[in-house]
């Protein structure tokens, strides 16, 4: 199994407080991906990182922030959590070897509700 | 934009063949990919074409005809581990590795 570990694995917290995911990889894999899952929408691209320092916003970004200061972490933060960022959030790495194929390898998740 | 589109919900029963439908909307075509998800647990990659025409893994099959803008994941001698959520995706145009997926097919097969 891919070294992903995503902490914490559940979260209960209230609209408008902050939240941070972290994410950390052992593999060194360069690229890293944040996803949420939810019913009838299946994996959502919310943001996600081809480097240090580098990122880059997916399909639904708003109201979400990511950091990646090294290799192995990257951070996704909920400014002020809301209701409809109750959800499962998948993080994802991979590695391109200038091929086509990118498969991504998914940690865990993170459950967070949003009361 | 791009989007995918496929089945919500496919019923099988136990040593029955499964066809999961997926077509696709994108520009710059490179490779459809399908992810396996069981019930609290995080998605697997099982397969990835990236031309035309069918590649085998085990009791599994991914199709693909780029004409079309289409694929399908085809199981054969369903067991009922196979009860699992399926996705297919493509990259995302611009963003060089992120995948974009599916709203997923959830496979249920009884005995």
């Known amino acids: 199994d891919a070294g992903i570990t995503q902490s914490p694995r559940h979260k209960v917290t209230e609209t408008g407080t902050p939240v941070t995911l972290r994410c950390h990889q052992t593999e060194n894999h360069r690229y890293m991906y944040w996803y949420r899952q939810d019913p009838g929408h299946g994996l959502r691209l919310i943001h996600y990182s081809y480097g240090v320092k580098d990122t880059d916003k997916g399909e639904v970004s708003d109201g979400y922030s990511v950091s990646r200061s090294k290799t192995e972490d990257f951070l996704l933060t909920l400014e002020s959590a809301t209701s409809s960022q109750t959800s499962v959030y998948f993080c994802?790495?991979?590695?391109?070897?200038?091929?086509?194929?990118?498969?991504?390898?998914f940690g865990s998740g993170t459950q967070l509700s949003v009361l | 934009g791009q989007s995918l589109e496929q089945p919500s919900e496919v019923t099988a029963v136990e040593g029955a063949i499964v066809q999961i439908n997926c077509t696709y909307q994108t520009s710059g075509f490179y490779g459809l990919s399908w992810y396996q998800q069981h019930d609290g647990g995080a998605p697997t990659f099982l397969s990835y074409?990236?031309?035309?025409g069918l590649e085998e893994t085990g009791r599994f099959s991914s199709f693909l005809s780029r004409s079309d803008s289409y694929g399908y994941l085809l199981l054969q001698e369903l067991q009922m581990k196979d009860s699992a959520s399926y996705f297919c995706?493509?990259?995302?145009?611009?963003?060089?590795?992120?995948?974009?997926f599916g709203k997923g097919t959830t496979l249920s097969v009884s005995s």
């Open positions: 074409n990236a031309l035309d």
């Open positions: 995706a493509v990259p995302k145009r611009g963003a060089g590795t992120a995948l974009i």
């Open positions: 994802a790495i991979s590695e391109s070897t200038g091929g086509t194929l990118e498969k991504l390898f």
